[in-house]
């Protein structure tokens, strides 16, 4: 449910990782998030810059959350919050730049994939954010992203509120760095604008990149082995369990 | 506070490369390289800590600081002649440059007074590195900001902290890893200056009208809050500024930035 090429656009390669479970939203489920996991790495050995897209008119819905419910013992969930935190720690760690083309929505999961983006593309009329705590989720996996991504303020309001926010909103504050408008070709622009970073000479991009990030602190181990262990607290909770199934069942 | 290095003295030329004056409550530090837009040498640098070494030495300190450069140009950025390592220049040169650089940022940081850049024209790569340290900053909109040392194939180490506590760690992210150069009217939208004017022919009222008021509050709460807001954001690190320092030093030695500098000199 990961399919992942090799490009070359304009003499820089890049490694295009796209979620491939469109009839799903791209919801992610472990082994989708393991794949896209190895598959970072991979990219990382390979050189060049990544660029993260979703199939459809859906970037990424977030969890798999019937999934999620079914595995009564909440391992489902534990995979995919690891897994989560693995992936986003992989590409602050990748040498060169990452972009997310985020078209249509991307929520919870998806979310924190965009706020660990290098570049994030949205889509004006689109819909972005954490809305879990409504299923008895934490969004702390994400949140040492998420607060290098927009200010501390609304880092809060963000992993807090259980709401969505427009893509002009994300613009906004900045979760969002290209608005594209609606219906545009979002993984278009962005593989535009993954030839133009991934053509700044490699070794300055790499030692900048990862400057920046060692002064957001976002590659402290401990800070980030922290945020898991808070979202990994809660599950398989009573809270959970019954939050989740009265919203899935609210779905039906 | 650190001192600046005896050599660095030595390097001073007769006509000073920054200058400081006062108006009562308001002193201004110019930098005077015009022909060379006020670029970063290690004389413009030693003569800059001479001239905060005058302002350490003061009693009573100016309320405000304005920094601004003459000509057309607030500072065009490290002088990358200086640092092209050939058979007239040291191998240690980029790094002796930088830590100057570091030090100076860090000096002008932690001065008791308010600082203000007056950024009357192109302020690139350290030179904006200037804008971002100072508490406020003013601009016209056609001036020139920006960090395009990606582009040349080097690393802004320096400046990076000083960014990241201005605009946040996420637009610093998407400023300095893109690289290029923005006009001044982008600069104030995303917060590397603080205030806007529409023509450099406007620029020394709104300062002087931003530094009148400024000299109208307590000059002790000013200086308590800046004091704050410095130990707030972890200003008073000059470890990290100095390991800054070595890292833009190694990539600036790097084959590749040199041939990259050596092309640019044509």
């Known amino acids: 449910m990961i399919r992942v090429e090799r490009v070359t656009a304009d003499g820089s390669a890049c490694t295009v990782i796209t979620l491939n479970r469109p009839k799903r939203r791209n919801a992610l489920t472990p082994s989708m998030i393991a794949e896209l996991v190895a598959a970072l790495h991979t990219a990382a050995e390979a050189g060049g810059g990544v660029l993260l897209r979703g199939e459809g008119p859906v970037f990424c819905a977030g969890f798999d959350l019937r999934l999620c419910l079914d595995s009564t013992d909440g391992s489902a969930i534990r995979l995919l919050l690891s897994g989560l935190s693995d992936a986003c720690r992989a590409m602050r760690a990748h040498p060169g730049p990452v972009v997310v083309a985020a078209q249509g929505a991307a929520i919870a999961g998806g979310c924190a994939l965009v706020a660990a983006a290098d570049w994030a593309i949205g889509e004006a009329g689109g819909r972005y954010g954490y809305p879990v705590t409504r299923l008895g989720i934490s969004p702390a996996v994400n949140a040492p992203f998420l607060e290098a991504a927009v200010d501390g303020g609304r880092a809060r309001d963000l992993s807090l509120l259980p709401d969505l926010v427009s893509g002009e909103h994300a613009a906004r504050i900045g979760l969002l760095h290209t608005l594209c408008a609606e219906g545009a070709d979002v993984t278009q622009a962005a593989s535009e604008e993954a030839a133009r970073l991934g053509g700044k000479p490699a070794e300055a991009f790499a030692v900048t990149k990862a400057w920046l990030t060692e002064l957001e602190g976002a590659d402290r181990d401990t800070r980030t082995d922290r945020a898991l262990e808070v979202s990994l607290s809660l599950t398989g909770g009573q809270e959970e369990r019954t939050m989740l199934a009265a919203a899935l069942n609210g779905d039906r | 506070m650190d001192g600046p290095q005896a050599e660095e003295h030595a390097v001073a030329s007769d006509t000073p490369e920054a200058t400081?004056?006062?108006?009562?409550?308001?002193?201004?530090?110019?930098?005077?390289?015009?022909?060379?837009?006020?670029?970063?040498?290690?004389?413009?640098?030693?003569?800059?800590?001479?001239?905060?070494?005058?302002?350490?030495?003061?009693?009573?300190?100016?309320?405000?600081?304005?920094?601004?450069?003459?000509?057309?140009?607030?500072?065009?950025?490290?002088?990358?002649?200086?640092?092209?390592?050939?058979?007239?220049?040291?191998?240690?040169?980029?790094?002796?440059?930088?830590?100057?650089?570091?030090?100076?940022?860090?000096?002008?940081?932690?001065?008791?007074?308010?600082?203000?850049?007056?950024?009357?024209?192109?302020?690139?790569?350290?030179?904006?590195?200037?804008?971002?340290?100072?508490?406020?900053?003013?601009?016209?909109?056609?001036?020139?900001?920006?960090?395009?040392?990606?582009?040349?194939?080097?690393?802004?180490?320096?400046?990076?902290?000083?960014?990241?506590?201005?605009?946040?760690?996420?637009?610093?992210?998407?400023?300095?890893?893109?690289?290029?150069?923005?006009?001044?009217?982008?600069?104030?939208?995303?917060?590397?200056?603080?205030?806007?004017?529409?023509?450099?022919?406007?620029?020394?009222?709104?300062?002087?009208?931003?530094?009148?008021?400024?000299?109208?509050?307590?000059?002790?709460?000013?200086?308590?809050?800046?004091?704050?807001?410095?130990?707030?954001?972890?200003?008073?690190?000059?470890?990290?500024?100095?390991?800054?320092?070595?890292?833009?030093?190694?990539?600036?030695?790097?084959?590749?930035?040199?041939?990259?500098?050596?092309?640019?000199?044509?």
Do not use: Y
């Open chain 2, 20 to 266: 400081l004056g006062f108006d009562g409550p308001v002193a201004t530090l110019t930098l005077q390289r015009p022909a060379q837009r006020n670029a970063l040498s290690t004389g413009l640098l030693a003569d800059l800590h001479s001239r905060l070494d005058e302002l350490d030495a003061i009693v009573s300190p100016p309320t405000v600081l304005v920094i601004t450069g003459a000509g057309r140009s607030f500072c065009a950025g490290m002088d990358l002649q200086q640092v092209i390592i050939d058979q007239d220049t040291a191998a240690d040169v980029p790094l002796r440059l930088l830590e100057s650089l570091a030090r100076a940022t860090h000096r002008i940081r932690m001065l008791p007074c308010v600082s203000i850049a007056k950024v009357n024209g192109a302020a690139i790569g350290g030179g904006c590195g200037l804008v971002t340290i100072c508490d406020l900053a003013i601009t016209h909109a056609d001036a020139k900001l920006g960090f395009p040392e990606v582009d040349l194939g080097l690393c802004p180490a320096v400046v990076t902290p000083w960014l990241v506590k201005r605009i946040g760690a996420g637009p610093a992210r998407r400023v300095l890893l893109r690289g290029g150069i923005m006009s001044g009217q982008a600069a104030a939208e995303i917060g590397i200056v603080t205030d806007l004017v529409e023509t450099r022919e406007q620029l020394d009222e709104r300062c002087d009208s931003m530094a009148r008021s400024l000299t109208a509050g307590g000059p002790k709460a000013l200086r308590a809050t800046k004091e704050l807001l410095n130990e707030l954001d972890g200003s008073a690190s000059l470890e990290v500024l100095l390991r800054a320092a070595k890292l833009s030093a190694q990539v600036l030695s790097t084959d590749d930035a040199q041939a990259r500098l050596r092309g640019r000199r044509g």
